[in-house]
């Protein structure tokens, strides 16, 4: 069975320190990986893909995250957090076959900056 | 803003009601989804609907059903509703509906059953 896997309920990072938010995957042949981003009372905001090509994904916000098939992770990363960056991050996998193109969902981690 | 919109925000209805969710998607996007958002359950889809067709099907009850017209917006139907359908009820779409397409997700429709 697919699924995505994220450890850690909670990460709490004092601003201006680097910030991991970890990841991990299963699924049937190649993944596409997606991080998301949800604060209070929002819908789910895109924050990077990763399809093919370049292990180091670059998106919104000076978020990357980089793939790592040997160990079936896709963690989220960010070289500098700022207050403003917390809130409830999503790894999701698309699921593998046919012509949909329905996500899997972690369980989502709360990500908590401190001033 | 990702340009999906979903009406309304918030819903309170009792037990054995029914209700209508409404999404539209994304100017010139095809494909809408549906998944619901769960103390319990976490985000799980529910349905998805391309340029009118169903394409595939979640973790969606019998009593609730969905469908997409010709303008392409989207509506989510939950009837007989209990206490544990008590949720928020995402719409995302994307261009074509298969990979790699991004999914841009809407605000949300908070349904609260009393």
């Known amino acids: 069975a697919q699924s995505v896997a994220q450890p850690e309920d909670q990460v709490n990072v004092a601003e201006g320190n680097p910030l991991t938010v970890k990841c991990t995957y299963s699924v049937s042949g190649n993944p596409y990986l997606f991080w998301y981003v949800q604060y209070p009372n929002r819908g789910l905001q895109f924050l990077l893909k990763y399809i093919t090509g370049d292990n180091l994904v670059k998106g919104s916000y000076g978020f990357e995250a980089e793939f790592n098939k040997s160990q079936t992770s896709f963690h989220l990363k960010k070289p500098s957090a700022l207050v403003s960056d917390s809130a409830l991050y999503f790894c999701a996998v698309r699921v593998y076959g046919g012509a949909t193109n329905k996500l899997i969902f972690g369980t989502g981690t709360l990500l908590a900056v401190q001033p | 803003d990702s340009g999906v919109t979903q009406t309304p925000k918030h819903l309170i209805t009792a037990t054995g009601q029914r209700v209508t969710l409404r999404c539209s998607p994304r100017?010139?996007?095809?494909?809408v989804y549906w998944y619901q958002q769960s103390l319990d359950q976490g985000l799980q889809f529910l349905i998805q609907?391309?340029?009118?067709?169903?394409?595939a099907k979640g973790n969606i009850l019998e009593r609730f059903s969905a469908q997409q017209f010709p303008d392409l917006h989207s509506e989510l139907n939950l009837s007989s509703l209990e206490l544990g359908d008590s949720a928020l009820y995402f719409c995302a779409s994307s261009a074509r509906g298969g990979p790699p397409d991004t999914q841009y997700f809407g605000p949300g429709t908070r349904l609260t059953v009393l």
């Open positions: 100017s010139g996007d095809l494909s």
């Open positions: 609907y391309y340029n009118g067709e169903e394409r």
